[in-house]
Protein backbone atom coordinates (compact mmCIF):
# COMPACT_ATOMS: atom_id res chain seq x y z
CA UNK A 1 0.00 0.00 0.00
CA UNK A 2 1.19 3.83 -0.98
CA UNK A 3 1.88 6.02 2.27
CA UNK A 4 4.27 8.63 3.21
CA UNK A 5 5.50 9.10 6.68
CA UNK A 6 6.52 11.96 8.44
CA UNK A 7 7.92 10.72 11.52
CA UNK A 8 8.34 14.55 12.95
CA UNK A 9 5.32 16.03 14.24
CA UNK A 10 6.72 19.44 14.97
CA UNK A 11 10.23 21.08 15.00
CA UNK A 12 11.79 24.08 16.51
CA UNK A 13 14.79 25.05 15.39
CA UNK A 14 16.84 28.69 15.75
CA UNK A 15 17.02 31.30 12.78
CA UNK A 16 20.55 30.26 11.39
CA UNK A 17 20.67 26.86 12.19
CA UNK A 18 20.10 24.01 9.91
CA UNK A 19 17.17 22.20 9.25
CA UNK A 20 16.17 18.44 8.57
CA UNK A 21 12.88 16.83 7.70
CA UNK A 22 11.96 13.54 7.52
CA UNK A 23 10.05 11.92 4.93
CA UNK A 24 9.86 7.83 4.36
CA UNK A 25 7.79 6.31 2.08
CA UNK A 26 6.18 3.02 0.90
CA UNK A 27 5.34 2.74 -2.96
CA UNK A 28 4.77 -0.13 -5.15
CA UNK A 29 5.81 2.02 -8.10
CA UNK A 30 9.25 4.32 -9.40
CA UNK A 31 8.30 6.82 -6.97
CA UNK A 32 7.84 10.31 -7.91
CA UNK A 33 8.07 12.76 -4.87
CA UNK A 34 7.79 16.12 -3.66
CA UNK A 35 7.53 18.51 -0.94
CA UNK A 36 5.56 21.19 -0.35
CA UNK A 37 5.14 24.10 2.29
CA UNK A 38 2.00 25.56 3.49
CA UNK A 39 1.64 28.49 5.32
CA UNK A 40 -1.04 29.57 7.82
CA UNK A 41 -4.41 29.68 6.31
CA UNK A 42 -2.80 29.68 2.84
CA UNK A 43 -2.15 26.43 -0.18
CA UNK A 44 0.25 24.12 -0.96
CA UNK A 45 3.29 25.78 -2.70
CA UNK A 46 5.70 23.07 -4.28
CA UNK A 47 9.30 23.47 -2.93
CA UNK A 48 10.91 21.19 -5.15
CA UNK A 49 10.52 17.06 -6.73
CA UNK A 50 12.48 14.38 -7.62
CA UNK A 51 11.54 12.25 -10.49
CA UNK A 52 14.88 10.19 -11.69
CA UNK A 53 18.42 11.62 -12.05
CA UNK A 54 20.92 13.07 -9.66
CA UNK A 55 19.12 11.99 -6.15
CA UNK A 56 20.12 15.45 -4.53
CA UNK A 57 17.32 17.75 -5.77
CA UNK A 58 17.89 21.65 -5.38
CA UNK A 59 14.60 23.91 -4.69
CA UNK A 60 13.34 27.23 -4.32
CA UNK A 61 13.95 29.45 -0.91
CA UNK A 62 17.26 27.22 -0.71
CA UNK A 63 15.77 23.71 0.17
CA UNK A 64 17.24 20.86 -1.00
CA UNK A 65 16.18 17.36 -0.57
CA UNK A 66 18.37 13.66 -1.38
CA UNK A 67 16.36 10.49 -2.27
CA UNK A 68 18.05 7.45 -0.89
CA UNK A 69 16.25 4.59 -2.47
CA UNK A 70 17.62 2.10 -0.34
CA UNK A 71 16.22 3.92 2.51
CA UNK A 72 12.85 4.87 1.12
CA UNK A 73 13.28 8.27 2.40
CA UNK A 74 13.47 11.76 0.89
CA UNK A 75 14.54 13.74 3.12
CA UNK A 76 14.25 17.85 2.97
CA UNK A 77 17.40 20.10 4.19
CA UNK A 78 18.27 23.46 4.47
CA UNK A 79 22.05 25.05 5.36
CA UNK A 80 20.92 28.15 7.52
CA UNK A 81 16.86 28.40 7.96
CA UNK A 82 15.42 31.41 8.28
CA UNK A 83 12.45 32.72 10.16
CA UNK A 84 9.91 32.98 7.32
CA UNK A 85 10.45 29.03 6.50
CA UNK A 86 8.24 28.47 9.89
CA UNK A 87 5.37 27.00 7.78
CA UNK A 88 4.16 23.31 7.74
CA UNK A 89 5.82 20.67 5.45
CA UNK A 90 4.09 18.34 3.37
CA UNK A 91 6.15 15.47 1.92
CA UNK A 92 4.21 13.87 -0.58
CA UNK A 93 4.08 10.07 -3.48
CA UNK A 94 3.05 10.25 -6.48
CA UNK A 95 3.57 8.34 -9.97
CA UNK A 96 2.89 9.28 -13.63
CA UNK A 97 0.36 11.15 -14.93
CA UNK A 98 -3.04 12.04 -13.51
CA UNK A 99 -2.03 9.54 -10.46
CA UNK A 100 -3.00 11.01 -7.19
CA UNK A 101 -0.82 11.98 -4.71
CA UNK A 102 -0.11 10.61 -0.98
CA UNK A 103 0.20 12.94 1.61
CA UNK A 104 2.30 12.91 5.18
CA UNK A 105 0.78 14.10 7.84
CA UNK A 106 3.20 17.05 7.40
CA UNK A 107 5.65 18.43 10.21
CA UNK A 108 5.25 21.55 11.69
CA UNK A 109 8.12 24.18 11.40
CA UNK A 110 8.89 26.62 14.56
CA UNK A 111 11.45 29.05 13.94
CA UNK A 112 12.87 31.28 17.25
CA UNK A 113 15.30 33.49 17.31
CA UNK B 1 -0.39 33.54 -15.60
CA UNK B 2 -2.66 33.45 -12.78
CA UNK B 3 -2.43 30.47 -10.37
CA UNK B 4 -5.18 28.12 -9.51
CA UNK B 5 -8.15 29.83 -7.89
CA UNK B 6 -10.56 28.34 -5.23
CA UNK B 7 -13.74 30.22 -4.23
CA UNK B 8 -14.98 30.64 -1.52
CA UNK B 9 -12.04 31.37 0.51
CA UNK B 10 -13.98 30.49 3.50
CA UNK B 11 -18.13 29.02 3.85
CA UNK B 12 -19.78 28.56 6.56
CA UNK B 13 -22.57 26.42 6.32
CA UNK B 14 -25.85 24.74 9.12
CA UNK B 15 -25.95 21.35 9.16
CA UNK B 16 -28.17 19.86 6.18
CA UNK B 17 -27.62 22.70 3.82
CA UNK B 18 -25.63 22.11 0.79
CA UNK B 19 -21.87 23.58 -0.06
CA UNK B 20 -20.76 24.41 -3.29
CA UNK B 21 -17.07 24.60 -3.65
CA UNK B 22 -15.14 26.06 -7.33
CA UNK B 23 -11.68 25.71 -8.61
CA UNK B 24 -11.00 27.32 -11.48
CA UNK B 25 -7.54 25.27 -12.96
CA UNK B 26 -4.86 27.29 -14.34
CA UNK B 27 -4.38 27.89 -17.98
CA UNK B 28 -4.02 25.60 -19.93
CA UNK B 29 -4.48 22.91 -17.14
CA UNK B 30 -7.27 20.68 -18.12
CA UNK B 31 -6.33 18.04 -15.28
CA UNK B 32 -8.20 18.92 -11.80
CA UNK B 33 -7.91 17.02 -8.37
CA UNK B 34 -9.79 17.73 -5.05
CA UNK B 35 -8.41 16.80 -1.74
CA UNK B 36 -9.55 17.45 1.58
CA UNK B 37 -7.16 18.15 4.94
CA UNK B 38 -8.67 17.45 8.14
CA UNK B 39 -7.41 19.44 11.04
CA UNK B 40 -3.80 18.38 12.09
CA UNK B 41 -3.82 15.87 9.32
CA UNK B 42 -2.39 15.31 5.88
CA UNK B 43 -4.27 16.02 2.41
CA UNK B 44 -6.78 13.13 1.61
CA UNK B 45 -6.97 12.37 -2.26
CA UNK B 46 -10.88 12.83 -3.08
CA UNK B 47 -11.19 12.90 -7.16
CA UNK B 48 -9.96 13.41 -10.13
CA UNK B 49 -10.90 15.02 -13.02
CA UNK B 50 -10.62 15.79 -16.77
CA UNK B 51 -12.82 17.84 -18.66
CA UNK B 52 -16.19 16.93 -18.91
CA UNK B 53 -14.89 13.20 -17.13
CA UNK B 54 -14.02 12.01 -13.64
CA UNK B 55 -10.91 9.89 -13.59
CA UNK B 56 -10.70 8.37 -10.17
CA UNK B 57 -13.22 9.05 -7.37
CA UNK B 58 -11.73 6.49 -4.98
CA UNK B 59 -11.70 9.10 -2.61
CA UNK B 60 -14.85 10.48 -2.49
CA UNK B 61 -17.65 9.38 -0.03
CA UNK B 62 -20.13 6.92 -1.41
CA UNK B 63 -22.73 9.53 -0.31
CA UNK B 64 -23.35 13.13 -0.17
CA UNK B 65 -20.29 14.27 -2.04
CA UNK B 66 -20.40 14.55 -5.94
CA UNK B 67 -17.74 16.52 -8.69
CA UNK B 68 -17.33 17.39 -11.64
CA UNK B 69 -15.65 19.39 -14.31
CA UNK B 70 -17.70 20.86 -17.31
CA UNK B 71 -16.20 21.88 -21.06
CA UNK B 72 -16.60 25.67 -19.47
CA UNK B 73 -16.36 26.72 -16.58
CA UNK B 74 -15.24 25.87 -13.43
CA UNK B 75 -15.02 22.48 -11.32
CA UNK B 76 -16.98 22.15 -8.46
CA UNK B 77 -16.79 19.70 -6.01
CA UNK B 78 -20.76 19.78 -4.15
CA UNK B 79 -21.45 18.34 -0.58
CA UNK B 80 -24.83 17.73 0.09
CA UNK B 81 -26.99 17.80 3.42
CA UNK B 82 -23.76 18.74 5.08
CA UNK B 83 -22.69 17.61 8.48
CA UNK B 84 -19.99 19.19 11.51
CA UNK B 85 -17.54 16.37 10.08
CA UNK B 86 -17.35 17.77 6.83
CA UNK B 87 -15.56 20.96 8.18
CA UNK B 88 -12.10 20.92 6.81
CA UNK B 89 -10.12 22.55 4.36
CA UNK B 90 -10.73 21.45 0.91
CA UNK B 91 -8.16 21.71 -1.60
CA UNK B 92 -7.84 21.83 -5.44
CA UNK B 93 -4.66 21.02 -7.82
CA UNK B 94 -4.29 21.08 -11.21
CA UNK B 95 -2.10 20.02 -13.89
CA UNK B 96 -1.10 20.06 -17.69
CA UNK B 97 -2.09 16.68 -19.37
CA UNK B 98 0.61 14.33 -19.17
CA UNK B 99 2.13 16.12 -16.21
CA UNK B 100 3.45 14.76 -13.46
CA UNK B 101 3.41 17.74 -11.16
CA UNK B 102 0.19 19.61 -9.22
CA UNK B 103 0.14 22.54 -8.50
CA UNK B 104 -2.23 23.58 -5.17
CA UNK B 105 -4.91 26.26 -5.21
CA UNK B 106 -5.43 28.44 -1.52
CA UNK B 107 -8.23 26.58 -0.73
CA UNK B 108 -11.66 26.41 0.76
CA UNK B 109 -12.24 26.53 4.28
CA UNK B 110 -15.57 25.08 5.31
CA UNK B 111 -17.06 25.30 8.56
CA UNK B 112 -20.53 23.56 9.46
CA UNK B 113 -22.39 24.74 11.93
Known amino acids: AQSVTQPDIHITVSEGASLELRCNYSYGATPYLFWYVQSPGQGLQLLLK??????LVQGIKGFEAEFKRSQSSFNLRKPSVHWSDAAEYFCAVGANTGNQFYFGTGTSLTVIP | NAGVMQNPRHLVRRRGQEARLRCSPMKGHSHVYWYRQLPEEGLKFMVY????????ESGMPKERFSAEFPKEGPSILRIQQVVRGDSAAYFC???????????FGPGTRLTVL
Open chain 2, 93 to 103: ASSLPASDTQY
Open chain 2, 49 to 56: LQKENIID
Open chain 1, 50 to 55: YFSGDT
